[in-house]
């Protein structure tokens, strides 16, 4: 069975990573059709619109969309397939590769998965003027008349629901029963101080861990468990978190195994799923053939699992190993010399 892929390659660096990936991906003769919807200025010139109708009925048709970083106007169409299609649990992998230049004395066993939920909290984008809340009359332990008293300033909402905090936190238990690792979920908020918002998060995910007894749960404090996660990364196995603290702690666990250029990426709806490196579009270096295009290539092996071509995913993801591990072409945030598509390359020889 055919399955289509639409492809959106980013922008600066980005389509350096995503091109000789989608490449060996086609070189696997699979049943992979890849469709190309116009974002961004291309579309802007064309149809005046960033995000024209074509664009979206491309994404609609496909089965999945494997999207480049972006850092300009193609970003229309990410917000769509975050928000349009409420793909609300970003999964991002960390797993140390021997080989890789962790800054870490001893990265060994370090394999967890970071859950963010990823439409509410602070990212549901309510801000303005504090002046604007003043008819609201809020008061607060910490807080007495401050719209009069703080002076000129401004203000972000944050929102966390119970029907949102509870399919992202199940999501992450159902993860954690396939995969083969401590099956363990830890659950990361500032309860303390946020109290109903996440403390509303936290209250629910124990609520959802009742439902999982073959599961451990634990929770932390969220910057306590940043302290964790550096000091003691090998204890973690599925870690659940609001929007902003996932987002932040996410990256920072890239660094534990190397660098950005190994985070991958898959975002996950009831219904839709797409799949994004995370080593952002890198400017500074576009051009040069130089990104490393791991997280691209681990990005599209979690494409591969939800396509339903696991055996394939698995195959690269140890063919990428290999590459580490002997050490001869690696792109030089990891140390090495090697370009990009000899990267790619060297994946290749090792399927």
């Given amino acids: 069975m055919i399955k289509t892929i639409a492809v959106i390659e980013g922008d600066d660096a980005a389509p350096e990573a995503m091109q000789p990936v989608i490449a060996l991906l086609d070189s696997l003769n699979i049943g992979l059709e890849w469709v190309y919807p116009e974002v961004g200025e291309a579309a802007e010139a064309r149809t005046g619109s960033i995000f024209p109708d074509d664009a979206r009925a491309l994404i609609d048709g496909a089965d999945t969309t494997f999207f480049g970083s972006t850092s300009g106007k ?41 859950v963010r939920e990823n439409l509410e909290d602070l990212y549901i984008g309510a801000e303005g003027q504090l002046t604007d809340l003043a ?4 008061t607060g332990r910490n807080i007495k008349g401050f719209v009069h008293e703080m002076g000129v300033g401004r203000y972000a909402l944050k929102a966390i629901t119970e029907g949102g905090t509870e399919r992202v936190v199940r999501f992450s238990f159902e993860l ?29 995910a124990r609520r959802v861990a009742s439902d ?4 451990t749960f634990e929770s932390f404090i969220v910057d ?40 991958a990426s898959g975002c996950f709806g009831d ?18 053939n130089i990104i490393n295009p791991t997280a691209a290539l681990l990005s599209s092996t979690m494409m591969l699992e939800y396509l339903g071509f696991a055996a394939e995913a698995i195959k690269i993801e140890e063919a990428i190993a290999r590459v580490y591990s002997r050490g001869d072409f690696l792109t030089p945030d990891q140390g090495g010399s090697a370009t990009t598509t000899e990267f790619v390359s060297a994946v290749t020889q090792q399927l």
């Fill in 135 to 138: 008819p609201l009359a809020l």
């Fill in 224 to 263: 306590d468990f940043a302290c964790r996660l550096i000091r003691e990364p090998q204890k973690y196995d599925v870690v659940v978190m609001p929007n902003l603290y996932g987002d932040i702690l996410s990256d920072a666990a890239g660094g534990l195994v190397g660098s950005l250029g190994l985070a």
């Fill in 176 to 204: 954690a029963r396939k995969r083969a690792g401590q099956r363990k979920v830890t659950c990361a908020t500032k309860h303390n101080m946020l109290r109903e918002t996440d403390g509303l998060f936290l209250e629910v």
């Fill in 212 to 215: 999982y007894p073959d599961i």
């Fill in 74 to 114: 193609s970003g229309a169409a990410l917000m769509y397939l975050r928000w349009g299609k409420e793909t609300f649990a970003n999964v991002r992998p960390c797993r140390y590769l021997a080989g890789c230049a962790s800054p870490l004395a001893d990265p060994e066993g370090i394999d967890f998965v970071i």
């Fill in 271 to 288: 219904d839709y799923a797409y799949f994004e490196p995370a080593h952002g579009t890198a400017p500074d270096i576009a051009g040069m």
